[in-house]
T-cell receptor
Framework: GQNIDQPTEMTATEGAIVQINCTYQ??????LFWYQQHAGEAPTFLSY????GLEEKGRFSSFLSRSKGYSYLLLKELQMKDSASYLC????????????FGKGTTLSVSS | GAGVSQSPSNKVTEKGKDVELRCDPI?????LYWYRQSLGQGLEFLIY????????KSGLPSDRFSAERTGGSVSTLTIQRTQQEDSAVYLC??????????????FGPGTRLTVT
């Protein structure tokens, strides 16, 4: 079966750094995505990793270790607007790219 | 440009009725996906269309669920004889193409379905 685990909730303060971890066990692997979803809104794309290592994009970075089945999303200089759910998703097919999602991590940023 | 649109935004129906949910993908996107998101659960894949190929229906939870995509664009998800456990937010997404795993999926705002 497919399994993607991430913490349910995290809290942090403005200006801080937070790391959201994701571990996966899937029948295939064709890349790992992170999406952000504000309450009542559609998920929006943050990052994509298919090779091991760190991808940096502004305040957000994402890391992947395929051998460990592990990824993390790093958010720097947290802002109140970063309060949202962060969804880890794995693309498991070489052809046909349905995503398998974790349940999401709800991040609350306080002042 | 316009993003993925879905209609209706909210749908309340009685148990046993049929419902149709509509998705308009981003123009030019050949891949279209349906997911559902239940309270406290992750997004669950339902069905995937790529161009004119036969759809991947492996995620449909029962034969009460079906979907079609006309003219390679608009898609309709139909749920027959709705049950209370069908209550969820149904999200549609599209991507430029679906044969490579690297293309990000753009999500619509979803249809919140409530079965009473």
């Amino acid at each position: 079966g497919q399994n993607i685990d991430q913490p349910t909730e995290m809290t942090a303060t403005e200006g801080a750094i937070v790391q959201i971890n994701c571990t996966y066990q899937t029948s295939g692997f064709n890349g790992l995505f992170w999406y952000q979803q504000h309450a009542g809104e559609a998920p929006t794309f943050l990052s994509y990793n298919v090779l091991d290592g760190l991808e940096e994009k502004g305040r957000f970075s994402s890391f992947l270790s395929r051998s460990k089945g592990y990824s993390y999303l790093l958010l720097k200089e947290l802002q109140m607007k970063d309060s949202a759910s962060y969804l880890c998703a794995v693309s498991i097919h070489q052809a046909g790219t349905a995503l398998i999602f974790g349940k999401g991590t709800t991040l609350s940023v306080s002042s | 440009g316009a993003g993925v649109s879905q209609s209706p935004s909210n749908k309340v129906t009685e148990k046993g009725k049929d419902v149709e949910l509509r998705c308009d993908p981003i123009s030019g996107h050949t891949a279209l996906y349906w997911y559902r998101q239940s309270l406290g659960q992750g997004l669950e894949f339902l069905i995937y269309f790529q161009g004119n190929s036969a759809p991947d229906k492996s995620g449909l939870p029962s034969d009460r669920f079906s979907a079609e995509r006309t003219g390679g664009s608009v898609s309709t998800l139909t749920i027959q004889r709705t049950q209370q456990e069908d209550s969820a937010v149904y999200l549609c997404a599209s991507s430029l193409e679906g044969t490579s795993g690297s293309y990000e999926q753009y999500f619509g705002p979803g249809t919140r379905l409530t079965v009473t």
